[in-house]
């Protein structure tokens, strides 16, 4: 890896302020016009059983284009691989890419999930004292640095009348984060489906507050620029067997949660309760849900949780 790109990485995940392990991704040409490299992350369900069973792969060899998959723990260390162009295409949260377009990664908006604010919530433990958002002042809140729970916290401290200085954020990844709540190491943590009905259903956890009427929680299919301006045919494709795949996982969740079960290593039934939480029905971005990301950017710049002001508009094909 040579010195700016090397460079380029550092401040990159200096501004993400990732705290999870992160991938070890090497730089790659940006534009392969006989690749389709996808990443992933375990919790993406739809892709996760895209991936699985092939479909997308058959669509794409009359065209003479390889699909590959590449996973990821979580949105920030995705955003990092789209950045270095190790891959293409990548679903995440609304959080990361605002971290990321500030950052100076090149993407664009591809498509988004409908709202989905019952995907994810901030738990206390079963005998907690804290009964209330309120009661979160002065405590230690556990979430994953960069992911949409970030900007979660921030909306739901925001609508109780606290500020995102009332409480104590530490930054944990899922795992981690679970395991301080159960030993009492943290007092709240927030997180997303599947991990949040794990939370619930397996361990000593209640759920306080989840998004409804504080965020849209919309989950986001991004791509890189050149792949999204060059293969629009590969793009439309994807598309096309995300939404199947999604019709089919809404109407058969039970059967989604089995098959995503060996994969996510989770209980089936904890996989559909989160499976449940998510809408499964994609549409290209427009106005209304941009200006969403643009207050989101807007509230991260003005807190000091990016480090210079973007136009998220930017990150949009003409």
Do not use: C
Not at 242 to 247: A, E, R, S, V
Not at 272 to 297: C, F, M, S, T, W
Request: avoid cysteine.
């Amino acid at each position: 890896m040579n010195h700016t790109t090397h460079r380029g990485r550092r401040s990159f995940l200096s501004a993400l302020g990732a705290t999870l392990a992160v991938t070890a991704v090497p730089a790659f040409a940006k534009y392969q016009a006989d690749q389709f490299r996808i990443g992933y992350q375990k919790s993406a369900s739809t892709l996760l059983l895209l991936k699985a069973n092939g479909t997308l792969d058959k669509r794409l060899t009359p065209l003479g284009v390889k699909a590959t998959w590449n996973e990821f723990p979580a949105g920030p260390q995705l955003l990092e691989g789209l950045n270095v162009g190790a891959i293409d295409f990548g679903y995440v949260g609304e959080a990361p890419p605002v971290f990321a377009q500030a950052a100076g990664a090149d993407f664009v908006y591809t498509a988004y999930e409908v709202p989905t604010p019952h995907a994810e919530g901030v738990v206390v433990q079963k005998n907690s004292p804290i009964k209330t958002v309120a009661d979160l002042k002065g405590k230690k809140v556990g979430f994953n640095r960069g992911s949409d729970v970030h900007w979660f916290i921030v909306a739901l401290l925001r609508k109780n009348g606290l500020d995102y200085t009332d409480i104590q954020p530490i930054f944990l990844a899922p795992a981690d984060a679970r395991a301080a709540l159960e030993r009492g190491a943290i007092d709240a943590w927030a997180v997303w489906d599947p991990f949040l009905a794990g939370a619930e259903q397996q361990g000593n956890a209640r759920l306080l507050a989840d998004a409804q009427g504080v965020a849209s929680h919309h989950e986001f299919f991004l791509s890189q620029r050149e792949f999204a301006q060059k293969r629009k045919d590969v793009i439309a494709i994807v598309m096309e067997e995300l939404n199947k795949q999604g019709q089919w996982v809404r109407q058969n969740p039970a059967a989604a949660a089995a098959q995503l079960a060996p994969v996510q290593g989770l209980d089936a039934g904890i996989i559909q309760a989160g499976l449940e939480h998510y809408a499964h029905v994609y549409k290209p971005v427009d106005a209304n849900v941009l200006a969403e990301q643009q207050r989101i950017a807007d509230t991260f710049y003005e807190l000091k949780l990016i480090p210079r002001k973007i136009v998220v508009k930017d990150a949009v094909l003409a």
